[in-house]
Structures are given as C-alpha cells and as structure tokens.
C-alpha cells in the first residue's frame, strides 16, 4: 500500500471561518502548516490580509505567506466565497460583479501566485466548486457563473499542468457555517434541511491534499445524503 505525502505548507483563502477555517485547523493536526488569507484574523494561525475581489492583494498575500515559509508551498486550497442572491435584474452591478471577481478571478489570482512554488514542489490545488457549478438555479446567476468559471477554470488547469501538479475540484453540498447567514429568508436553508458539518468536509480535502505523487483525485462531490441540489 503507497502511504501518503507529507502535507507541507497549504495556502488557504477564506481560512478565518466556515470550511476554510476547518481546513486550517485539519491541516494543522495532520501535521502541515495553514497559511491563510483572509479579510479577518484566523487566529492561531499565519495569515496575511487581503480581499479576494482585488486579485493584486491576492498575489501578494501569497508571495508574503511564502516567503515566511522559507518559500515552499506545497498546496493551495481556495475556500474563500460570497454571494450575491437575486434575480439579475434585481442584483446591483457591483455586488453581481463582486461575486465573479472573489470567486472566480480570487481563485485564479492565487493559484497563478502558486504555481511556480507549486512546480518546484510538485504541490496541489484544491478549488471550491459546488453543486450549483454543475446545475443552473433561477436568482444565483452570480454565483452560478462564478462556479461554473470555477469548474472550467479547474478542469483546464487540470489538463494543462499535468505531471507537473496535483488538483483536484471540490464540489460541496450545503454545510453548517455562515455563508447563508446574510441571505434573505427566502434563500437560507429551511428548518429541516440536513446539512454538512465542515469539519467532515474538511477531511476529505486533507485526503485530496495527501495522495502520493501521480495519484490523483480529480473532481469529489462532498454533500448531505439528502442534498436537495445534487444530482
């Protein structure tokens, strides 16, 4: 049986809360490093500030994190997101926009910092999909587009990187944190709906981030037994 890499220092946006913070802490017990970005303190752990909707503060947050790092990266994980509910007439154009830009553009900037650390390391990525990047829902046009760009986006970084790095797509169903919290009622989960823990979430990232070199996990749907979005 081939045992599993070493974690390493793992990048990781939106890291000061939700699924990016769980991802933090069970890198951290699996013996790796978190190096986090985010607009708010994570805590325990080295972080730099920065706003995923300007992808200029973006690569500089990872070049900081790198260099406090001895400069190696051995993953990035991209679990910073927001939302922008409504129908696309209805939504303001900066919101709509911001959207693509933290999603889709924030994903892209980081990962485009990385990848010559990740090259010399022979790292992984691991991005955040979701299951409305694969199935079209009427008032998320924002954020269908954003993660439909995010899945493209990480199946063509898949072919065109290929032997040189790990990644992997994570496609998530609903989990307990705050993303919903802003929402108008009609957009939040209701009373009964089962959702995730991301804690658990969390280990099957670690799982991706830890396969040996040339064994790669390729796309995970991680989601409630009774996810209402998926299939």
Sequence with gaps: MTESTTLGNIVITGGASGLGAAVAEAVRKAGGTPLVIDRADPGDFDWEEADLGDPGTAERAVAALAERAGGEVHGVFTAAGTDACGRLDEVPTADWERVIRVNLLGTAAVVRAALPLLRRTHGRVVTVASTLGLRALPDATAYCASKFGVVGFTRALAAETAG?????????????????????????????????????????????????????IREMVVCPSTETSWP
């Design 164 to 216: 040189e790095i790990g990644v992997t797509m994570l496609v998530p169903g609903g989990m307990h944190t705050a993303f919903f919290d802003d929402r108008p009622e009609q957009y939040k989960p209701g009373p009964d709906a089962k959702l995730n823990r991301p804690e658990d979430v969390a280990d099957a990232v670690v799982f991706a981030l830890s396969q040996p070199a040339g064994c790669e």
